[in-house]
Nanobody, 116 residues
Framework: QVQLVESGGGLVQPGGSLRLSCAAS????????MGWYRQAPGKQRELVAT????????YFLYSVKGRFTISRDNAKNTVYLQMNSLKPEDTAVYYC?????????WGQGTQVTVSS
């Protein structure tokens, strides 16, 4: 059974930082590309960032470039999203995503709220 479990969300003030983690089980983690999506209230889910099996960033949403960093630790089966200089418009549920050819898996999401 594949499980992707996100953690690290919460309430933060504008300009603050959060680090999201996603622990994967049930897959050979090192063979999967990983990524983060987010969905704000009333909006469609959007891709935030992806990282290849080798640790190269393959995509970043334009609005988060220079503020967010994606990384992975294959020994820990975990992918991270470091979010700095957070803005109110970053408020959303953030979802972890694993993909390999036709196989795609999602986590349950973690809420990030940026507000003063």
């Amino acid at each position: 059974q594949v499980q992707l479990v996100e953690s690290g969300g919460g309430l933060v003030q504008p300009g603050g930082s959060l680090r999201l983690s996603c622990a994967a089980s049930g897959i050979i983690f090192s063979t999967y590309g990983m990524g983060w999506y987010r969905q704000a209230p009333g909006k469609q889910r959007e891709l935030v960032a992806t990282i290849t099996t080798g640790g190269d960033t393959s995509y970043f949403l334009y609005s988060v470039k220079g503020r967010f960093t994606i990384s992975r630790d294959n020994a820990k089966n975990t992918v991270y999203l470091q979010m700095n200089s957070l803005k109110p418009e970053d408020t959303a549920v953030y979802y972890c995503y694993a993909y390999l050819k036709q196989y795609k898996y999602w986590g349950q999401g973690t809420q990030v709220t940026v507000s003063s």
